[in-house]
Each structure stands twice: as C-alpha cells, then as structure tokens.
C-alpha cells in the first residue's frame, strides 16, 4: 500500500497541475471589476510549474528512484528517455501548426528533459543544493545573455520554424514562453523528490511544511524588497501580461519580482515552494486514506496518470471543439478530461500518448534483459 499511495498521491498532484493549467488556459485573469481573479491568483504559473517539477519526479523514479541505476542499466534507461523527449517535442511542434491560442509547454518540456539526463546519477541531495544554486544563477545568466539574442516571436514553436534552428533554440533556452535554462531549477527540485523516500510521513510533511514555507517567504521577500523601487501599477501588469520572461534589458531591479511567468529568481522559488507543497500534501492525504479510499482516489484523479494524452486533447479541443468563448468551456474540458482518465483507470489502461513515447525505453529494457540472460554464467 506504501508503493500504491506514492503513485496515486503522485497522479494526484499531476491532475491537479493539468486542471490548473487548463483554468489558466480557459478563464478569464481578471474579474469584472479590473482585479485580478480568483483562478488567475492560484494557478499562473504555480500549474506549468508543478508540471515541470512533476516530470522531474518521473524522470528520477524512470532512472532508480531513490537509488541511481549505474552501469548499462542507466545507459539503457537514458536511451529511452532521449527518445521519449525528442517525441514529446515532436508533439509539441505538431502542436504548435493549431490554432490554438494557447503557449504549448510540450517542446519546452521535451528539451527540459534532455537538459536534465546529465544529472540523473545524482542523489537527492546533490539534487537539491544544485536546484537552489540554479535557481539563483540561472535568471542572472538570462537576464546578461538575452539582450544579445534575436527578438522572439512570441510564437508557439512548430514545424515550420525549424527552417530558422537559432531563433528556435533562443527561444527554447532563454526567450520563449517556457526557457528551459531557469525552468531547469524546476527539473532538479522534482528529481530530489524523486530520489527521496516518497512513501515516508516525514518526508512527505516536509515537502509539505517546507513547500509553503519556501513558497510564502519568497513572496514576502520579494514583496519587501520591490516596494519603492518597482510602481505598483508595473508590478500588477507583470502578474497577469509577463510571457516567460522580465523585460529583456530592462533593469535589474525586475530580478526582485515573484510574478509568474517572470522566470525570476523568486518566482522559481515560489513556485517550486508550492509544487513541493502540492505535492506533499497530495501524498499525505492519499496515504491517510482508508485502506479502500486510494483505489477510489486514483479513479477521480485518473487524468493524472495520462497527462500527455489529456492537454493534447484539451489543446486540440481548445482550438476547434470547445473554444474559451465558450461560457461553459472550463467545465466541459474538465468533465471530458475527468471521464478518459477515470475510464482508462478503470480499464487499466495507459494512455495512447504515454504509451507510444514509452515504447523506445521498453524496447531497449528488453534488448538489455535478453542480452543479460544470454551472458553465460561463469
């Protein structure tokens, strides 16, 4: 049951982040008096980032979990993950050619993953001290570097901006909606969640407890330390029109914000406050659970276990079926999205999506299997 209320309570955590993401995507960020809405407040860039974090999590359990795999093994197991990024990619590309009106993580997402296979013999301590080094360093690199790069075009990445490899790669790294160099951070906090002892109480409380912390003393720093040098009316701008990055060449005074999407040092902090939050409290309640509760759980939260297959539907239907103009689009997406997933919970089944970027890494398991068992025993 220990192994059963990790993944659900993980599953979990993923459903939350695609509802939060898919709220962002479909519901208005202010209310009809100009303030900022109730949904816009929770869930900017706390969902994506909890998206981020969450595949670190898998990328780590991929390669050991709480025991790197060394050797072939791990060379097998990057094999794998190598094609289930550059997949994932390739699906955020077709994505990108819809009409959509959303910004498409799943390129980002996949060059996110391969930033992350150098790591992957790290324990979770290491993990963590190098996602707060990163999270500190990173933004400054990207606040020097990108006044030298190309302007971006604010575009989703597709197919077609291939034919201009540099402007994609700047935008993929420093200037897009998502870059991967500071969202790196994100990739190492879930990887030292992943190499943690997940099915441990006092693990999961301090993922919890320490969350929150990190997450309310970020805000309040940041608060402190703009008030007088950023005006007030820029700072409310910057919560709901910031698009992956602070001004490019602007002052480094932006660095101080915690707005989402700003890609700042506190706003990674913050939010990596809150993933590690999310995702705590998910496997403390789930692990709380009477003992029939879990399976039940996992059955309502089934959407988590197939996120891929579920925001690329909920892309596609965004862009021809239930547009957000739509008065009632936020919840026909989430009983669309909550009935696959509790169907192919029930049936057990994966999704198609998650299948399809998993078979490289199964094949090459059994290559390596079978290339074992044929080695004679001395």
Known sequence: MASTGRLVGLDVARCLALLGMVATHLLSSRSPAGEESLSHLVASGRASALFAVLAGVTLALLTGGRT??????????????????????????????????????????????????????????????????WLVVAPVVSHLVRPELPEPRYANPSFEQLSEPVLLLSELTFTGYYPVVPWLAYLLA??????????????????????????????????????????????????????????????????????????TPFDLAQTIGSSLAVIGGCLLVVGLLPAALPRVAAVVFGAGTMTLTLYTLHAWLRSDWIPAEEPSAFRDHVIILGLIGAVFVLLRRRGPLEALVALPGRGLRRWNSARRSSVPTP
């Open 190 to 263: 879930g990887m030292a969640v992943g190499r943690s002892d997940l099915a441990r109480r006092t693990v999961q409380g301090a993922l919890l407890a320490g969350g929150l912390l990190l997450a309310a003393g970020s805000a309040l720093v940041s608060a402190r330390l703009t008030e007088g040098r950023v005006p007030p009316e820029l700072l409310d701008q910057a919560r709901t029109d910031s698009y992956g990055t602070t001004p490019t060449g602007g002052s480094p005074e932006w660095l101080l914000i915690a707005a989402p999407h700003s890609g």
């Open 68 to 133: 790197p795999l060394v050797g072939r093994d791990r060379w097998v197991a990057v094999g794998g993950l190598v094609a289930r990024a550059l997949l994932i990619a390739l699906l955020g590309l077709a994505l990108g050619e819809l009409d959509t009106g959303l910004a498409i993580i799943l390129t980002y997402y996949g060059v996110l993953f391969l930033l992350g296979l150098p790591f992957v013999a790290l324990g979770a301590r290491a993990l963590a001290v190098l996602a707060g080094v």
